[in-house]
């Protein structure tokens, strides 16, 4: 007999499993839609298109600040 899966830490859901709306994603990283959007296009934020939907990983939106403050740090330098 199969076990029943393990469940997920809400911090683990939400780094693996949601997926924001580009205007959640604007939100959260306090841009407008328009601008997110441009980041998305240019590659320098994560997305995924769903059934013609498009969406930002969570976690993406860490790993881009990441990178902006590195860059920063390192123009800064």
Do not use: F, W
Request: net charge positive; with cysteine; proline share 6%.
């Amino acid at each position: 007999m199969k076990s029943a899966p393990t469940p997920l830490s809400p911090a683990q859901v939400d780094n693996t499993l949601s997926l924001l709306t580009v205007e959640e994603a604007a939100r959260r990283l306090s841009i407008g839609r328009t601008v997110c959007y441009r980041l998305i296009a240019s590659g320098e934020l994560e997305s995924l298109t769903l059934g013609g939907l498009r969406r930002v990983p969570a976690d993406a939106i860490p790993e881009y600040v990441a990178r902006r403050r590195q860059s920063h740090q390192t123009a800064a330098a």
